[in-house]
């Protein structure tokens, strides 16, 4: 799979008539992308931070799929143009990754969240190694997590050059801000990788880490997961 995430900032003076028109808009150029398999557009919600108002995710079959979308005459006339207006849009983070490390059982409805992360610091291939083992190592602790997937960027663009993409799924919002962020594998082996004073210091203290509604699986965690489109 082929996986595309813009975190899309509107601008403050947008009154909320404008801001759904806006979001309408994006939705209906989405679903008319060609070859789309699965997509994603809801707002961020309250306690998301540097993820702007609206979380959308595009995923096809393959690379070649979505390239071939997002480059179609459609795509720029409707949702590329959109995205472009600096009237409406004042900040855009834009992620694209082929699916990799992942798991778990998406739940048909719940709690979307991703993380950007730009791990810049002396990331040596055995430090980041080791960080993305420790990452992936986090669903067995954690049991609210109910689908992940970790995976390194091929396109970034935005506040930082994203080099990591890490994605989960929840039944509710409590399993993110309680056992996620209180749990002590998070503290013990994951905190060190964010913190400037620590030795082992890898990612950036710029992050991105948004979460929103679904209505939908999100993840694709089984080759054989069934076409759908999250609306």
Known sequence: MFNVLKLIELAPGLAEAQRQAFRDQLQA???E???????????AMAGSYNSGDLIWRATFLDRVSGERALGSAGWRRSGAALLDERRRVVRLEHVAFESAARGGVSPPGGLYRVALFCANHAPSAER??????????????????????LATTCEAT???PWTH?????????????????????HWAHIDRWYDPESPHWLVDPYVCHGFCATRAPVIDTAVDAVDGVAR
């Open 29 to 31: 150029s989405t679903l």
């Open 33 to 43: 992308l060609p070859g789309l398999h699965r997509a994603l557009l809801e707002p």
């Open 128 to 149: 980041l190694a080791r960080y993305d083992a420790e990452t992936r190592a986090m669903p067995r602790y954690i049991r609210t997590i109910r689908s992940w997937q």
């Open 158 to 160: 935005g506040s930082r």
């Open 165 to 185: 993409v890490w994605e989960q799924e929840y039944e509710d919002l409590a399993g993110l801000t309680g056992a996620y962020m209180m749990h002590p594998f």
